[in-house]
Nanobody, 121 residues
Framework: VQLQASGGGLVQAGGSLRLSCAAS????????VGWFRQAPGKERSFVAS????????YYADSAKGRFTISRDNAKNMAYLQMNSLKPEDAAVYYC???????????????WGQGTEVTVSS
């Protein structure tokens, strides 16, 4: 599976962005998808994940109530809708796939190249 994240950019605090993750390969629909982020000088951290069927979703505490993960298997796409953005949400965001829904970075095998989100205060 090859992944490409897009949709990042500069947004004011309180604004919204929708990140997209485009996948190649016919097996995308069998994988869980996760979104992670990495700010300068910090470790990559979990944001949200969704099972292959979209029946199960997990969110980091920092994302609950503000971010929504979704997927469209027919289009080989996954999304992260981010609302009420805060300066501390600024980071490079990555999408990744795993064989099961997980919050753990090491469980994900395939990674996209990342898309940068900047939030101005």
């Amino acid at each position: 599976v090859q992944l490409q994240a897009s949709g990042g950019g500069l947004v004011q605090a309180g604004g919204s962005l929708r990140l997209s993750c485009a996948a190649s390969g016919r097996t995308f629909s069998t994988y869980a998808v996760g979104w992670f982020r990495q700010a300068p000088g910090k470790e990559r951290s979990f944001v949200a994940s969704i099972s292959w069927s979209a029946a199960t979703t997990y969110y980091a505490d920092s994302a609950k109530g503000r971010f929504t993960i979704s997927r469209d298997n027919a289009k080989n796409m996954a999304y992260l809708q981010m609302n009420s953005l805060k300066p501390e949400d600024a980071a490079v965001y990555y999408c990744a796939t795993a064989t099961y829904t997980s919050r753990v970075v090491a469980d994900y095998q395939y990674w996209g190249q990342g898309t940068e989100v900047t939030v101005s205060s």
